[in-house]
């Protein structure tokens, strides 16, 4: 397994909807941040599934680095 990329040192602010789900980015490296485009394959780094519990903007984890992944939890304010 290989490490995460560190996306960018700062959270990722998205409108959610309610009830949807989201698959948020843990290797770093999709080019569509904050969510999965696939680039993790051969990496052993899977997707984190999100499910919105409503509809707001929350924010989420751009040093892939957070405690509370897939949300940001201020890790990247340490790196």
Do not use: R
Not at 45 to 70: D, L, M, N, R
Request: overall charge positive.
């Amino acid at each position: 397994m290989s490490d995460a990329v560190n996306a960018q040192k700062a959270p990722m602010p998205v409108e959610v909807e309610e009830g949807k789900n989201y698959f948020w980015c843990a290797c770093g490296k999709s080019a569509k941040q904050p969510f999965c485009d696939g680039s993790h394959k051969d990496t052993g780094i899977s997707p984190v599934k999100y499910t919105a519990e409503a509809s707001k903007k929350v924010f989420f984890c751009g040093c892939k680095q957070s405690a509370k992944a897939p949300l940001c939890d201020g890790t990247h304010s340490k790196l």
